[in-house]
């Protein structure tokens, strides 16, 4: 079956960077996207952006352009998300999400907590 | 900087209708957004209903259904069960870029 496992909770200092991973399984890796969304304490989901198979180039949320970097390693079926420069308002939760070409979400990570905290 | 508006909160009796709306502060919401709607609860992680206006996966009540209305997407429950109080959010895409509204907190009561 589709799954997406997300790595452990991470407790960061203001000012470090934070990589998340996304390990797929269950399916044909390379014919989906994987979305990042997070989710602040008590506040709606945001768009992050989005790691293509076939393009190492990712579509970073203008927000977060310079700041996130998304990789993919296709030995291991891993998506990774790592925020830099973290300030206490990037304390969230970090999700990934499956999109097959053309608008279909379906599947999503259990989410990756991250907290900002001196 | 683009909106998506959504109703911020909606109560609905149980076994009655709601229609949650996403709007678009571009203009007319069509297909070509690519409208998803996510159900989320308390302490889970969302989980897509519908996507590209009105499909539906395997694990979507038929009670949820998908629309177009009025120049919005919407997202309709006719028969509301208690199970489906929760948090609804939207999902539109705007040329190699998506923004999600900010949410319907729904109440069955």
């Known amino acids: 079956q589709v799954q997406l496992v997300q790595s452990g909770a991470e407790m960061k200092k203001p000012g470090a960077s934070v990589k998340v991973s996304c390990e797929a399984s269950?399916?044909?890796?390379?014919?989906?996207?994987v979305h990042w969304v997070r989710q602040a304490p008590g506040q709606g989901l945001e768009w992050m952006g989005l790691s293509r198979p076939s393009s190492p180039i990712p579509n970073i949320a203008q927000k977060f352009q310079g700041r996130v970097t998304m990789t993919r390693d296709t030995s291991t079926s891993t998506i990774y998300m790592e925020l830099s420069s973290l300030r206490s308002e990037d304390t969230a939760v970090y999700y990934c999400?499956?999109?097959?070409?053309?608008?279909?979400?379906?599947?999503w990570g259990q989410g990756t907590l991250v907290t900002v905290s001196s | 900087q683009t909106v998506v508006t959504q109703e911020p909160s909606l109560t609905v009796s149980p076994g009655g209708t709601v229609t949650l709306t996403c709007a678009s502060s571009?203009?007319?919401?069509?297909?070509?957004?690519?409208p998803n709607w996510f159900q989320q609860k308390p302490g889970q992680a969302p989980r897509t209903l519908i996507y590209?206006?009105?499909n539906k996966h395997s694990w979507t009540p038929a009670r949820f259904s998908g629309s177009l209305l009025g120049g919005k997407a919407a997202l309709t429950l006719s028969g509301v069960q208690p199970e489906d109080e929760a948090d609804y959010y939207c999902?539109?895409?705007?040329?190699?870029?998506?923004?999600f509204g900010g949410g319907t907190k729904l109440t069955v009561l």
């Open positions: 590209t206006t009105s």
């Open positions: 999902l539109l895409y705007y040329g190699g870029a998506w923004v």
């Open positions: 999400a499956r999109e097959y070409f053309g608008g279909n979400f379906d599947y």
């Open positions: 571009t203009g007319a919401v069509t297909s070509a957004y690519y």
């Open positions: 269950g399916y044909t890796f390379t014919n989906y996207y």
